[in-house]
């Protein structure tokens, strides 16, 4: 690659990535940044796949994470309970009636995002990257470059690139920002001094979304995601997923003491993330690149709509427009988006519409219950080995799985 200069907006896995790539192929890299690393408000579920871009660049033994062993699927109220309170019903209310998916080691980790961020970041000054803590302020693509106003003054570089997340600046001035209805919230707590080898995922319907619990090495990750245009406020949603850990006693995973003993030793951190859950409308007209700028992870919109899972694609971005700059060709860039990422997010956006429904997270829960070969199916999803673009076939060739894989065959012809 010939020495030319890059900044990268967003220190986080897409641009300290894409830098360490960049850095490693002999461009002149500056991250700028001023917060990471620093904690993230999501699960930080990483899958096996997206450690494995990493390669030897990043040493997994580098950062404390949790390997998830199952994942819980309890069944929801509105599946079979009242729907006009969303309580359970008392045939409903305990475990038996959950479903229990296990995780190969290799699967999941779930890793603190301020210490997962870092050692990509490390890995990317270790390249050579300079690491520059300002904010970038405005960007204005010029004749022969870019000009980035920072809080420490003007900088100019030859290329661009856009990894600082869904309200990202690049992506404001050089793109579309994105419309509320293109984002959802993720809101809730970091649950402090609990946690377990388990993650617990519970479909909602009202907003369409769902609440988690996902474990990593010092505290729990709980939360509530859903549309932004959904109506509920971040407050409400937040609220909800409070009182779902508390109904649920996830505060005493792995504890002898009451759920009430334990949870007023747990201390609760806020927070709130807009997180882009585009349509297949909104895919095929995201830009994601022009002259002298290219768009990475969030800022890009490459977040799976149903999981909201976004850590994979925001590595794969950071190689691909590595790969792109060190050839001089952003089209390079775009062809690899639609082809390795749009296109399977776009299948994954016609399935969403059927996806939370009731009706069909109830007969989803129930078949994860009585059938290894769907239970099967659920561990490579979580694991990012199932493609959305063979799903629907292996569901179907599933005999278990019966009505719930008709609807969600009908379901996303009818959203094409």
């Known amino acids: 690659m010939r020495a030319v200069d890059v900044g990268v907006v967003g220190a986080g896995p897409a641009g300290a990535w894409a830098a360490e790539r960049l850095a490693r192929a002999g461009a002149r890299v500056t991250i700028f940044d001023p917060t990471h690393p620093r904690e993230k408000p999501c699960g930080g579920g990483v899958t096996g796949r997206a450690l494995a871009l990493l390669g030897d660049a990043v040493d997994a033994a580098s950062f404390p994470r949790t390997t998830i062993r199952t994942a819980r699927f309890p069944l929801r109220a509105c599946a079979t309970g009242d729907k006009s309170t969303g309580r359970r019903s008392p045939e409903t209310s305990g475990s038996v009636r959950d479903a229990i998916v296990t995780l190969d080691p290799e699967a999941l980790v779930v890793a603190s995002r301020s210490a997962f961020d870092a050692a990509i970041l490390s890995a990317a000054v270790r390249a050579g990257a300079v690491h520059e803590r300002v904010r970038v302020r405005d960007v204005t693509v010029e004749s022969g470059g870019v000009r980035l106003d920072t809080d420490a003054g003007s900088r100019r570089v030859a290329f661009v690139v856009g990894a600082d997340g869904a309200a990202s600046i690049v992506r404001r001035r050089l793109a579309t920002p994105f419309r509320r209805g293109e984002l959802s919230i993720a809101t809730g707590v970091f649950a402090r001094g609990v946690t377990s080898d388990e993650i617990v995922i ?98 890009a919109g490459l977040v799976d709509p149903i999981t909201r899972e976004g850590i994979y694609f925001a ?56 059938s290894a070969a769907i239970r099967g199916v659920m561990a490579d999803l979580i694991a990012g080995r199932q493609s959305y673009a063979s799903l629907k076939w292996r569901l179907l060739g599933t005999w278990e799985w019966g009505l719930a894989a008709r609807a969600l065959a009908s379901a996303a012809g009818r959203d094409r």
Request: overall charge neutral.
């Open 202 to 299: 519970e479909f909602d319907a009202d907003p369409p979304g769902y609440l988690w619990s996902f474990p990593r090495p010092d505290h729990l990750a709980i939360g509530i995601c859903a549309s932004a245009d959904a109506g509920a406020t971040s407050g409400a949603l937040r609220a909800r997923a409070i009182e779902w850990a508390t109904r649920s006693a996830l505060w005493d995973v792995h504890s002898r003491r009451s759920s009430r003993e334990r949870g007023s030793e747990v201390g609760l951190h806020t927070y709130s993330w807009p997180i882009p859950t585009l349509s297949p409308r909104d895919f095929d007209a995201c830009a994601v690149a022009g002259p002298r700028w290219a768009l990475l992870g969030d800022a």
């Open 315 to 370: 590595l794969a971005s950071g190689g691909w427009i590595a790969d792109a700059v060190a050839r001089d060709s952003v089209a390079e860039y775009r062809s690899r988006v639609h082809d390795e990422a749009v296109a399977e997010l776009s299948r994954a956006a016609r399935f969403k519409a059927a996806f939370f429904r009731p009706a069909f997270t109830g007969l989803l829960v129930g078949a994860l219950r009585q």
